[in-house]
């Protein structure tokens, strides 16, 4: 609720701090006094955007600054906390700074913030609908747009009909649905994109199948290819090693077997000697083994020319795919791995499809169960909301206006259902019944708001009402009437209301004067809280006008005390 409201330099406000309670805060004051301009300004907390014509003429920028108790609202404290803002004491503090060049700042509990956050917490599209509520609502007879928009209605019937939730419900439903549709709707155009890829997988992939890669074997033909391309030096190596092992005069072989011979002659003279050099008999054991294994490994190497070309071409083949696919063979692998899997799913996507629109048929069957139960509860609701509206407005003394529901079923299931819903109004008997925006006075649309809201009851959450002027047109016992139901409103809640009508007056919890001087050749405009006796002087200056008189004096303090029992 609005604690405190702090104005400087702003159209004709040189500096104001009016302190509002809880319950029914009036506003009056003479025709010109500047009602419009402290609206403006309770218009800026939210959310409106701000113009530099609106700085105090002779100055730089203009303050709008706001306090607002927020003890009440977790969910808008959980919101704060969402966005970084602090609310340690429950309080909101929403401050604008008008500059020149219709610059504007706007804080939220000292913290820079867009203007779109403010009018997320303080004032977005009125919405009186499920937990979330708005901080506060201007309604007024130039402030009536929500009341003209058939989303509007919907939303006020389906508060009455208590059918948030179902609503909410549906809405889910209804989003799933869209996204299986739009995911059908992007399958079937990527239709001829999916096969113009899948021939390009497949293309890809047989060149893979093709090559019948075997990692382990082709990772070693780049050694193989070399060894081809060396046989003959490899050959010539294992016959230079048979010759100066075997062949040569005064081989290696020939020379340990001669060591061997003359260690043999004279084991009889020393026997350790003998011994020593039967390590020299390991050593030609050893050296004749290593000559076959080079002498047979060489053997095996086939220098066929053909050989080699294939190996070179295959080496070739896997170089170009790993320019495409991978820079080694491991990679290369894992991707093409990848493209089978993607060949498998662009094969199974019909089928795919296919699940979609089951899903879609079932899900839309679904909903038209569920949005035919929310279109007959509201059939249900609005015949009960018209009959308790229509006994508002004759309460009011709306003599003639009527207050009807147009609700049809439609076959399109939207967010909300299948229900085309629209308030109507007949000015009387012979007139037929129209839509609001097109038969509804500025008067009218007032009163029926007003009925509409003493119907609906108490919203979920406390907040700030401000009817500008809800009472113009109306006088006498419906004048009465009216400040009765602001009263009831304003129960448990705030409702600031601008009144010219003594009987809307005096059922204020706390009333306010604005009035409007002259200084230095300047309009200056003052708001301040009425004394007890203030109070009774301003009352009799509705009810007689400028010339307050012992009979208007009396009348007012009559009017305090019935309306404050």
Partial sequence: MLQELKVSQFAIIDSLHVEFRN?????????????SVLLKSLALLMGEKASSDTIRTGCLQATVEGSFDITHRPDLVAHLDAMGISTDDHQLIVRRIISAGDKSKVYLNGVLSPLNQLREIVAPMIEVTGP????????????????????????????????????IQHEGLFQKWNTLKSEIESFEKKSLEKNQRLDFLKFQFQEFQDLNFEIEKDSQLETEIKKLKNSSRLIQFADLCD??????????????????????????????????????????????????????????????????????ARLSTIRKLQKKHGSDLMQMTIVFSEMEQEIKSLEN????????????????????????????????AARKLVDK????????????????????QTNTITSTGLTDLEFLSQTSPKDPKRPLNKAASGGELSRILLSLKKSLGK??????????????????????KVGRKLKEIASGQQVICVTHLPQVAAFGDVHFSIQK????DQAVMTVNELTKMDRVEEIARLISGEKITKTSLAHAQELLKECQV
């Fill in 132 to 167: 979330s509520a708005p901080l506060i609502e201007m309604t007024g007879q130039h402030d009536n747009r929500n009341l003209l928009s058939k989303s509007y209605h919907l939303d006020l019937l389906d508060q009455y009909a208590g059918l948030w939730e179902k609503r």
């Fill in 23 to 35: 319950g029914l805060n009036i506003l009056s004051g003479e025709t010109g006094s500047g009602k």
């Fill in 517 to 520: 001087t002259t200084i230095k």
């Fill in 243 to 312: 010759e100066l092992v075997y062949q040569d005069e005064g081989s290696i072989s020939s020379r340990l077997k001669a060591i061997s011979k003359k260690a043999a002659e004279l084991a009889q003279i020393d026997t350790v000697l003998s011994e020593k050099t039967q390590l020299l008999n390991q050593a030609q054991n050893i050296i004749d083994d290593t000559i076959y294994s080079i002498r047979s490994y060489v053997n095996k190497i086939d220098a066929d020319p053909e050989l080699l070309e294939q190996k070179e």
């Fill in 349 to 380: 996507s019909d089928h795919h499809l296919d699940q979609l629109k089951k899903q879609a048929t079932s899900l839309e069957s679904d909903l038209r169960k569920l949005a035919n139960e929310l279109h007959k509860i509201r059939l249900s």
């Fill in 389 to 408: 509206v229509n006994q508002e407005l004759l309460d009011l003394n709306m003599k003639g206006v009527m207050f009807d529901v147009q609700i049809v």
């Fill in 459 to 480: 919203s979920d959450f406390p907040r700030t009402y401000l009817f500008d002027e809800v009472d113009t047109g109306v006088s006498g016992t419906t004048a009465e």
